[in-house]
């Protein structure tokens, strides 16, 4: 298994991994976290079961006390042991990258889709602006509008923004007593599912089988360019939607995960 190729794995194969390399907490509390299982034994039964498909797939190696061939077994180590982490949720597909800091020319890439999990390594020093774009299936090029201005929002009414019916919603992007950026805003959220995509920024310990959030980024994606949710005056009850342009959003993003993972 080489660094170049790309591994998928189901949920389910993917904890069977984690067990077989010795991360037997880790995959319990993915099994618990799922209620895949309700016991001990039901959790031995399901690990036997799975390693059945791992085994179709060629990656099961009985003469290695993991039993995983080894370029699978190498990865589930840096999968885990990584510890500078980038969440990346595209809340309009249901889709989660993760990027876990291998060294400083390598970077894991955890592309989730529902109960699918594909992994393969990303030259860093390439940078991951072309990544994210590809991602959140973004057209870097375009510009943004000059007529689009931020806006300021009290911060209850924009939590209730995520509980509105859509038919609220609606009525008022109708409204044209409304202003015009409010409601493309409210436009792009309802199409967006009434939710924000975003990028976390986590530290992961797994020998103390904790992880820290050093930051978190919230977004949402209009046609031509993005809105940055800015809550710096969060204790004051404000909010600012500030749109920016696609390149200039996520060079921004490339610049702090390279400064998280120390490549700047």
Sequence with gaps: MSTNGT???????LISALALCGYSEIASQILNDATLVENEEEEQRFIREVEQLLHQKGYLDATR??????????LIHLL???REKVRCVNMKKRHVLLL???HDSKTLVQ????NEHSFSFHD???????????????????????DILPMEINSKLFDELHTSQPEVLLEAIQDEKVPSTMRLFLQDFLDNGQELNNFAFMESDY????????????FLPSKSFIWHIDYEKIEKNKIFI?????QEYFQKVEETINEFFHLS
């Design 207 to 218: 020998v103390k089988n904790r992880s820290v959030l050093d930051q978190v980024a919230f």
């Design 100 to 102: 876990h800091r291998v």
């Design 111 to 114: 592309h989730v889709k529902g």
């Design 65 to 74: 006390e993991s039993l995983l061939v080894p370029g699978l077994e190498n």
């Design 80 to 82: 885990v042991q990584s």
């Design 242 to 246: 500030v749109p920016v342009s696609f």
């Design 7 to 13: 591994v998928a794995l189901s949920m389910n194969e």
């Design 124 to 146: 860093s020093q390439k940078g991951f602006f072309n990544l994210l774009g590809r991602f959140f299936a973004s057209n870097t090029r375009r510009k943004k509008p000059e």
